[in-house]
């Protein structure tokens, strides 16, 4: 059984940082390429940033680039999202995703990604 579980999440205060982790159990993903989405309340689940199966490739929302940053240890089945200069705006769950093909490149579009973790809270007091 694949598992994704995240771990970071918390309260923090605006201009603070956290780093989200997420961590696979019963696959490996060091080949697949692995996202992070939120969810706010009343809203959809949005793509924040995803990395290649590589690690060599990056991509992220706009609201987040220069402040976020997402990085992965193989060696750990682990993916991280750094979160700095945090907004009130940053409130989420957010979720750890891992798409299922080989040699695979970030994507977008959740649809893509087979397997998620629960997620975890991230609030941002202003």
């Known amino acids: 059984q694949v598992q994704l579980v995240e771990s970071g999440g918390g309260l923090v205060q605006a201009g603070g940082s956290l780093r989200l982790s997420c961590t696979a159990s019963?696959?490996?993903?060091?080949?697949?390429?692995m996202g992070w989405f939120r969810q706010a309340p009343g809203k959809e689940r949005e793509f924040v940033a995803s990395?290649?199966?590589?690690?060599?490739?990056?991509d992220y929302i706009d609201s987040v680039k220069g402040r976020f940053t997402i990085s992965r240890d193989t060696s750990k089945n682990t993916v991280y999202l750094q979160m700095n200069s945090l907004k009130y705006e940053d409130t989420a769950v957010y979720y750890c995703?891992?798409?299922?093909?080989?040699?695979?490149?970030?994507?977008?579009?959740?649809?893509?990604?087979?397997?998620w973790g629960q997620g975890t809270q991230v609030t941002v007091s202003s």
């Open positions: 995703a891992g798409r299922s093909g080989t040699w695979s490149s970030g994507s977008r579009d959740s649809s893509d990604y087979r397997y």
């Open positions: 019963g696959r490996t993903f060091s080949y697949s390429a």
């Open positions: 990395i290649s199966w590589r690690g060599g490739s990056f």
